[in-house]
């Protein structure tokens, strides 16, 4: 009877130890389904808006969010984008790429990111360009093709 007790405690702890893992990843990868705006809603009208002004119409806005650490900054751009994609006409029409400002630390890692990320590496190739306006203008030029 020992040994049966022990191998539930051991199941249970097994399956309490896969859902701390599984939250703690959510959280850490900022996947997890919080939906609650609470105190943000204003501003979450406003930057939902203008995504959908951007994406939809082209027009060209920019965006700064600030805060201190915790206060729900990546969480509303994230429930702002995900509800702009489950737009049909704005899904086929956007590309998002995700940049760290700890590991993409300067313009170029950033450039060769995004081109990653928008698998254009077979488009840029060998090609050495000058500057970052270079750059930059040839990935806009293949992102028109």
Request: glycine share 6%; proline share 1%.
């Amino acid at each position: 009877m020992s040994s049966r007790k022990s191998k539930n405690n051991s199941l249970i702890h097994t399956e309490c130890l896969s859902q701390v893992q599984r939250i703690l990843r959510e959280r850490f990868c900022h996947q997890s389904p919080h939906s609650n705006l609470f105190g943000v809603q204003v501003q979450y009208k406003h930057l939902s808006e203008l995504l959908k002004r951007t994406a939809l119409h082209g027009e060209s806005n920019s965006v700064l969010i600030i805060g201190p650490r915790g206060s729900g900054k990546t969480m509303l751009i994230n429930h702002a984008l995900k509800e702009l994609m489950e737009i049909e006409e704005v899904s086929e029409n956007v590309l998002q790429v995700h940049l760290n400002g700890l590991l993409q630390i300067n313009d170029k890692i950033a450039l060769k990111e995004i081109t990653r990320q928008l698998n254009l590496e077979n488009v840029v190739g060998d090609k050495v360009f000058g500057s970052f306006a270079e750059n930059l203008s040839f990935l806009l030029e293949a992102l028109k093709k």
